[in-house]
């Protein structure tokens, strides 16, 4: 059996969780889904909080509690919002474990006694320069404009001015080989887009060493550096080794060698520096491999504006849910722009999306259905019968079954590169072409004229459609593709993708169980 090992960020705990935290947790969620139900394969889903570092220290002093019972309560709401979510994580690891303390220890005891070049990969020196507390990143000089106010170039707050003896970790001398893995594919960096951008500066940078700790009297929050306690671990460095000490570094090598390399990191395009550079160097030292991708996903906007919390335009999604559902949250968050770009959220568009493709093309695809084999059949589907095609009703359900199998591989092949808004445009497009068929065939008409084997045959191809359908959405919607399954009668499981299906994996004589409208449509005063 294969093992698919995929990681989301360790969310910061300095404010409680929104739409953007949420939609790195949800694709993350879908992708975990998808291959279980797909490929059969071990699948470890690792997510968590990372709870270090000055912002963080900063936060809790504010509200007036200690660094534990502050990241305590913040990364509780972040574990309970993916109860709510639905998220099927296999771990959560808080850096603040001893766990996780225990491993990054390790990792500065390998680092210690390691040189490259000949030269020490640990070294003491001084960092004088810029560090931006709200992405906890030191900045290099050369990237700012001297004439103007320091400023971050990433999220534009002020910067501070350091001045600190601290360790520094050699990252300078992995340049080429960083270089040499990207070209060659052996890190893979998706989007296109994102790689570009990550080769790009590597291109015309030279990469500077980082430094990995900070002196213990000017910030106290974080892992104490083993070899000396007057010094605590960069935040970034400490949290990247989540990575890893989630799967036993330096405790439980087999579960390390089961896991390791990642086959996906999946990030927001905001870390992907730390991800496709730092992170690397630090493997290469360590002498592990390297993640097979690290897939940079866009991010939510208002008004142009990245959501984020010192922007103060955050939308719970907990409101969201509570209005929507999490199912339409969901789907919403992943069809409504392609993963790795940028997308708008507004309610306007939720309530649109909610409205069109759930309520009109699928709430009512499964509710038509069901209604006519209540009508037609008293409940029962259909048994399969051989037959020739000769009417036009056969040659269309023909067609549409054929299309329900290629969507299959479409979605398979999407899945592949993390186009989740393509895998749910394929599964969309069978459901239309389900509703298409209802009206092309009539079956009130097929009934009216008593063509039985015609009429059988829609419901039939309908409810075999529908089964391939919610297993398609179940990683998406596992609720939504649950409750499908149940109307439609089914009993084995829903979350292991037969391929070809046997006959005891169809709708065939199946007893159907109609429930109530999936998607009640909303009504707002403009209808969309
Ligand atoms: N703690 C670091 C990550 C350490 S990983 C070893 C961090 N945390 S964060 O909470 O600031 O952001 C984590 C992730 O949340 C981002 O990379 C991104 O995946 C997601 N998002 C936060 N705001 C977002 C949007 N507005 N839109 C989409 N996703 C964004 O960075």
Redesign the pocket.
């Known amino acids: 059996m294969g093992k698919f090992y995929l990681t989301?960020?360790?969310?910061?705990?300095?404010s409680k969780?929104?739409?953007?935290?949420a939609?790195?947790e949800i694709a993350a969620d879908v992708l975990a889904r998808y291959h279980r139900l797909a490929n059969n394969e071990d699948v470890r889903f690792l997510t968590g909080?990372?709870e270090h570092g000055q912002k963080i220290a900063k936060a809790a002093a504010e509200a007036g509690l200690s660094g534990p019972e502050f990241t305590d309560k913040i990364s509780l709401t972040f574990r309970e919002l993916w109860k709510t979510l639905n998220i099927s994580h296999d771990d959560f690891i808080r850096t603040t474990e001893q766990r996780h303390k225990e491993s990054v220890k390790k990792v500065w005891e390998r680092l210690k006694g390691t040189k490259v070049g000949g030269q020490d990969v640990i070294y003491r020196n001084t960092y004088d320069g810029f560090y931006c507390v709200s992405?906890?990143t030191f900045i290099a000089e050369g990237l700012l404009d001297p004439n103007a106010p320091a400023l971050c170039p990433d999220c534009k707050k002020p910067l501070e001015r350091m001045k600190e003896e601290t360790y520094f970790f050699r990252m300078s001398a992995y340049q080429d080989r960083l270089m040499q893995d990207i070209r060659q594919g052996r890190l893979k960096i998706l989007p296109e887009s994102r790689r570009n951008e990550v080769m790009g500066f590597l291109e015309h940078n030279k990469l500077s060493d980082l430094s990995v700790s900070r002196p213990k009297n000017r910030l106290a929050w974080g892992i104490p550096v083993p070899f000396d306690p007057e010094h605590v671990t960069y935040?970034?460095f400490d949290?990247?080794i989540?990575?890893i000490s989630a799967i036993g570094y330096g405790s439980d090598p087999a579960a390390l060698k089961k896991w390791w390399p990642a086959d996906v990191h999946?990030?927001?395009?905001?870390?992907i520096r730390?991800?496709a550079v730092i992170?690397p160097a630090l493997l290469y030292a360590l002498d592990l491999e390297l993640p097979k991708m690290v897939f940079?996903?866009?991010?939510?906007?208002v008004d142009g504006e990245?959501?984020?919390k010192s922007r103060g335009n955050?939308t719970d999604p907990r409101e969201i849910v509570s209005v929507y559902g999490v199912d339409a949250f969901r789907y919403f968050l992943l069809r409504e722009a392609p993963f790795g770009s940028?997308?708008t959220f507004s309610e306007e568009a939720l309530i649109l999306r909610y409205n069109t493709d759930l309520a009109n093309d699928l709430g009512n695809l499964l509710h038509r259905t069901l209604t006519m084999c209540e009508k037609y059949f008293e409940g029962r589907v259909p048994d399969f019968r051989e037959r020739a095609c000769v009417s036009n009703v056969e040659i269309n359900a023909l067609k549409l079954m054929v299309a329900g199998d290629e969507m299959i591989d479409v979605v398979d092949a999407a899945m592949g590169t993390l186009a989740f808004s393509e895998a749910l445009g394929a599964i969309w497009d069978v459901v239309g072409r389900a509703n298409k068929f209802i009206e092309e065939s009539a079956p009130w008409t097929l009934f009216k004229e008593k063509k039985s084997s015609d009429l059988e045959l829609v419901i039939l191809t309908l409810t075999e459609v529908l089964r391939d359908t919610s297993q398609a959405i179940w990683p998406f919607m596992p609720r939504t593709a649950e409750v499908m399954w149940t109307q439609l009668g089914l009993t084995f499981p829903i979350d292991r993708l037969e391929k070809i299906p046997a006959k005891a994996h169809t709708t065939f004589g199946v007893k159907i169980a109609k429930g109530t409208p999936l998607f009640p449509r909303i009504e707002t005063e403009k209808k969309p």
Do not use: Q, R
Request: hydrophobic share 40%.
């Open positions: 989301t960020p360790l969310y910061y705990v300095n969780p929104h739409i953007g935290h939609y790195t909080t990372d992405c906890e935040v970034w949290a990247l989540n990575y999946i990030i927001g395009k905001d870390i730390h991800h992170w940079a996903h866009g991010w939510w906007v990245k959501m984020s955050v940028d997308g």
